[in-house]
């Protein structure tokens, strides 16, 4: 008091317990209240198990990763096993081709197919043994004749066995200015062999 005035010191002091007040509610502001705080102990405590709870997450996704990799390798297993099946059934068909083909070319072999011969008749077998007697000179016991083609007049006729029927592809050529042809049955994959 060295101005003697009691005004300028209780401003003071009013200033300062302001000061106090306004640190007290920053600081209690920033302090959670009683409630806040049991809020937060709670949150504390449900941590841990929330922490439990994601390890079992995580474990039962690593669980079932593992359990999809296993169904991966035996899908994978089984694919592969699919795949040589597949390659055997493969080079099966293929044998069975191969022997089919075989067979074909075995029954075809004593196979003669004449084009534009005029043998129409009912008794066709007859009228190729005749043609061949006539016209190529070559007598022969035709085993089978039948008419493949009406319009391009093609019968295809066996012949009773090899030796003669290499007797009648040597002596076709003797059918040289008529409209007759005399060739040799081919199977399906010779012929698109002879066409390229």
Do not use: C
């Amino acid at each position: 008091m060295p101005n003697g005035n009691p005004e300028p010191e209780k401003g003071h002091k009013l200033a300062i317990e302001e000061q106090d007040n306004q640190k007290r509610k920053r600081e209690t502001s920033f302090s959670p209240s009683p409630e806040g705080q049991r809020v937060q102990r709670k949150q504390k405590r449900e941590q841990p198990g929330d922490l439990d709870e994601v390890k079992n997450m995580f474990k039962t996704l690593m669980e079932e990763i593992a359990e999809m990799k296993r169904d991966q390798r035996a899908y994978q297993t089984e694919v592969t096993t699919l795949r040589e099946d597949n390659q055997r059934l493969t080079e099966r068909l293929e044998r069975v081709e191969q022997h089919l083909e075989q067979l074909e070319k075995a029954e075809r072999r004593n196979n003669i197919v004449i084009k534009g011969g005029k043998l129409q008749g009912s008794e066709i077998t007859a009228e190729v043994e005749e043609l061949l007697k006539n016209k190529v000179g070559i007598q022969t016991k035709i085993q089978d004749a039948r008419l493949v083609s009406e319009k391009y007049e093609i019968v295809v006729a066996k012949i009773e066995n090899w030796d003669t029927k290499k007797a009648i592809m040597k002596q076709k050529n003797k059918l040289k200015g008529s409209k007759t042809f005399i060739e040799d049955v081919y199977t399906k994959q010779e012929s698109e062999i002879q066409r390229k």
